[in-house]
């Protein structure tokens, strides 16, 4: 089902050299259980940081051409809720 398909987006990958980089599907993990993903597609960007340990989760959108914005308000955002 849904459920099983999102855990599995969370699960480090496995490579055919043997290594299992921090990445999960689309998701940057690490072994506190913080998650990040962020893209961009067509002037549309997004930012999304959850950590499961505290049950938290931050999601910042933006349509500018800018990176620095974005991730400086992510930065901010992220260290004011998740430090």
Same mark, same amino acid.
């Given at each position: 089902?849904e459920?099983?398909n999102? $855990?599995?987006?969370?699960n480090?990958? @496995?490579?055919?050299?043997?290594k299992?980089?921090? #990445?999960?599907f689309g998701?940057?993990l690490n $072994?506190e259980?913080k998650?990040?993903h @962020?893209?961009?597609w067509?002037?549309?960007?997004? #930012?999304?940081?959850r950590?499961?340990?505290? $049950?938290?989760?931050?999601v910042?959108l933006?349509?500018s051409t800018?990176d620095?914005y974005l991730d400086?308000?992510?930065d901010?955002?992220?260290e004011?809720v998740?430090?």
């Amino acid at each position: 089902g849904e459920h099983v398909n999102l $855990k599995e987006a969370f699960n480090l990958v @496995s490579l055919e050299n043997g290594k299992r980089p921090k #990445y999960g599907f689309g998701w940057m993990l690490n $072994k506190e259980g913080k998650t990040i993903h @962020s893209g961009s597609w067509l002037g549309a960007r997004t #930012y999304i940081a959850r950590d499961t340990s505290t $049950k938290t989760c931050i999601v910042v959108l933006d349509n500018s051409t800018n990176d620095k914005y974005l991730d400086e308000i992510a930065d901010a955002v992220e260290e004011a809720v998740m430090d």
